[in-house]
């Protein structure tokens, strides 16, 4: 397990921001700090958050939600930032994991079931296997620090994490710590706050363990996402080159970039 720590920085309404750099890498190396972002979505963030997107040097951010999400939650950026926001024209999910679309009995083995089938759809939507490709460009292309989010910072963002660290030589044990760390986020408030209501609107009120199961992430989710890579492409390097475009040129210019 990494000696690393993860840096979870204090905000008003950013859920789950945090650096997710300074992780060892094969042959002693270590991706670096300082220009990794990662967090939920920015609609409630105060003039203080939007301070330290300023102070951070982020000169790019990359929005993993829909067009549907990006207009019902239209997120705020700093006063006058002049950076880019990189995301896909369309819809990336068609039931976004916190919303749940259809009534059902949310018992916590209802919402984890549910979770999985999240999982299980996110390798193969063509939507998604296009935003990843464009996030890893970006990330190579753009210079300054970067920052990764979609609508709670969690799963979609979480599998996006894990995809730029398999290329840069961080375990697989490291990778699911990272995807992990988002249950030590210490705004799960602010998650709840912008997610829960919603849910319970359309639902009823839920019991906390299904709450749980749908706000955090867990093990098996990150796993799921993984067998079905490993089922239908042989191997994640496989998923990468043929569903995301990750050529060995792209492979360089990242580990060149973020490898010290």
């Known amino acids: 397990m990494s000696e690393t720590s993860p840096t979870f920085y204090a905000t008003d309404g950013i859920h789950n921001f945090r650096d997710y750099g300074g992780y060892p890498t094969r042959g002693g190396g270590r991706v670096v700090s300082g220009l990794l972002y990662r967090s939920g979505q920015h609609v409630e963030a105060s003039e203080s958050d939007l301070a330290t997107v300023a102070e951070l040097g982020i000169r790019t951010v990359i929005d993993l939600r829909g067009n549907a999400e990006r207009q019902r939650h239209p997120c705020r950026r700093p006063d006058l930032w002049d950076g880019e926001v990189v995301f896909y024209d369309g819809e990336t999910s068609s039931r976004a994991p916190h919303e749940p679309d259809q009534p059902l009995e949310l018992t916590a083995e209802a919402a984890h ?148």
């Open 113 to 260: 079931g549910r979770m999985l089938k999240v999982y299980t759809r996110m390798p193969r939507n063509e939507a998604m296997q296009s935003i990843f490709g464009q996030y890893l460009r970006a990330l190579a292309e753009r210079d300054g620090a970067s920052l990764v989010h979609c609508f709670a910072g969690k799963d979609r963002t979480g599998i996006a994490a894990a995809l730029l660290h398999h290329i840069l030589g961080v375990s697989r044990a490291d990778m699911l710590t990272e995807f992990l760390r988002t249950n030590d986020a210490p705004t799960y408030d602010i998650l709840e706050r912008q997610s829960l209501p919603g849910i319970e609107e359309r639902l009823g009120p839920l019991p906390r363990d299904a709450v749980n199961e749908l706000m955090q992430v867990r093990e098996a989710y990150f796993d799921r996402f993984m067998e079905v890579v490993g089922g239908e492409w042989g191997s994640l390097d496989a998923f990468l080159d043929q569903a995301i475009g990750v050529d060995e040129s792209l492979r360089e210019r990242l580990n060149q970039r973020f490898v010290v």
